[in-house]
């Protein structure tokens, strides 16, 4: 049997006959030879010929043939005297040149031609590298016992946010697609006392921009036992360094090729109280954001370049958010009501993580539904698990487009998003 590798395993195996399971990324016909670029999962492969062999690009081909070294092929090898099988011939061409270095589509013709436009290699990166980053998330996460759940994502009430929910027909019942797992991940505070999620969330939110998505995959976390929000905090620092370690360790040929950096999260991240942040920009920008009970995209970015500028990190935690703009499950502070003991997480002057310590005292969840006009009785089956005794828990969600799109540097959060779903877009 002749072994099948991979591409980027040629050079292991010069002077052996093997065979390579690829794509025909680009051929090149000259006077007395003809060179097939094959690509596979792991990269790029050259094919020597000395007859000229008339396939298109993408055609489906299993090569058979002897490695030979060689310093111009990619990796250093390639493969002669080759025997080539065809599996699949494409019956159109792709909507742009995939072999090009650089992508010469747009990003509405990738979008419309994603399942074939996404094999060029620069596409497909960030897709890489979300994946390590995941793998690092569940990887920590696991080490810090921490359990895996998957909670349901059709739900009969939209309690979450102010977010829009998108409604649909239940057997006849109206239900709603869920904004998030936040009422399920507390509720397994108190069977498991920290659980985490990886899982779609969905927003109805009509906002048409490079930034926000109506469906993204959203990394969630929930741990019982905190003395307040800052525990929770130092939990995402330590998840955000796994996800950062596992790209650079699982996805270095991703980075490599984007020509990206990535990062070093602090072992602990700079942090500014919210309040304090609004006097920075008072101070240092011609706003006076003072009295406003949230950030504008534009004082982030300007905290960004300050946490950059003063402390050398691309990370700033920013604490004490007004509890007019929290959810109503959010602990306050004791020592001062009005604020919240939340917090969201700044990644490159971008909002990438919000999270804080919850309530989990069945009367304090009643006296905060009471003071926001709310009926009790519609949370019914949330409430339950504060009925039986809660611990002091907290959590945070990172959205995975997001994260990706800023650790690649991607204009638009769309260029990390496989198959996005967006105010306009359903296919493909």
């Known amino acids: 049997m002749i072994s099948c590798i991979l591409a980027a395993d040629l050079p292991a195996h010069v002077g052996r006959t093997v065979r390579i399971a690829s794509w025909l990324h680009r051929r090149r016909e000259l006077k007395s030879v003809s060179f097939l670029v094959v690509r596979d999962r792991s990269g790029l492969a050259q094919v020597v010929l000395r007859e000229p062999v008339h396939l298109a690009e993408e055609t489906v081909v299993e090569v058979t043939g002897t490695v030979a070294a060689s310093p111009q092929a990619p990796g250093g090898a390639e493969l002669a ?62 080490g810090l016992g921490f359990v895996e759940t998957s909670t349901p994502k059709i739900v009969a009430s939209a309690t979450e946010s102010g977010a829009n929910v998108f409604g649909i027909d239940y057997f006849g019942r109206p239900a709603f697609l869920a904004q998030s797992p936040q009422f399920f991940k507390q509720a397994l505070v108190g069977v498991f006392e920290r659980v985490y999620e990886v899982g779609p969330v969905f927003r109805a939110e009509p906002h048409d921009t490079a930034r926000h998505l109506a469906q ?23 998840a955000l360094g796994g996800m950062h370690a596992a790209v650079a360790e699982r996805a270095g040929a991703a980075v490599a090729l984007l020509g990206i950096e990535v990062p070093k999260v602090p072992e602990e991240i700079p942090a500014i109280d919210f309040a304090e942040a609004q006097e920075l920009l008072a101070r240092h920008t011609e706003e006076d954001p003072r009295g406003e009970p949230d950030l504008a995209p534009a004082h982030e970015r300007w905290l960004g370049e300050w946490a950059l500028r003063e402390h050398g990190s691309e990370f700033l935690f920013v604490t004490g958010y007004p509890m007019v703009k929290r959810p109503f499950y959010t602990h306050p502070d004791p020592a001062v009501p009005e604020r919240s003991r939340s917090f969201d997480l700044l990644f490159r002057g971008l909002e990438l993580v919000t ?27 949330y409430l339950a698990a504060f009925a039986h005794g809660m611990p002091p828990h907290g959590g945070f969600a990172i959205g995975l487009e997001r994260w990706t799109s800023r650790l690649t540097g991607a204009a638009n959060v769309r260029q990390t998003t496989l198959f996005p779903r967006d105010l306009h877009r359903l296919n493909p």
Do not use: C, K, N
């Not at 995939?98 to 990166?125: F, K």
């Not at 804080?356 to 009790?376: F, K, S, T, W």
């Open 81 to 142: 005297d080759p025997v080539i099988d065809v599996l699949s011939a494409p019956v159109e061409p792709p909507p742009f040149d995939l072999y090009r270095p650089v992508v010469s589509g747009t990003l509405p013709t990738v979008l419309d031609h994603a399942p074939v436009a996404l094999r060029h290699p620069r596409l497909r990166a960030p897709f890489e590298i979300a994946a390590a980053g995941v793998a690092g998330f569940r990887a920590t996460l696991d």
């Open 216 to 238: 993204y995959t959203s990394l969630d976390a929930e741990l019982g036992f905190v003395r307040d929000h800052r525990d929770v905090m130092a939990v995402l620092t330590r």
């Open 355 to 381: 999270g804080g310590q919850r309530l989990h005292l069945h009367a304090d969840y009643l006296a905060a539904l009471a003071a926001r006009g709310e009926d009790p009785a519609a949370y019914e089956g």
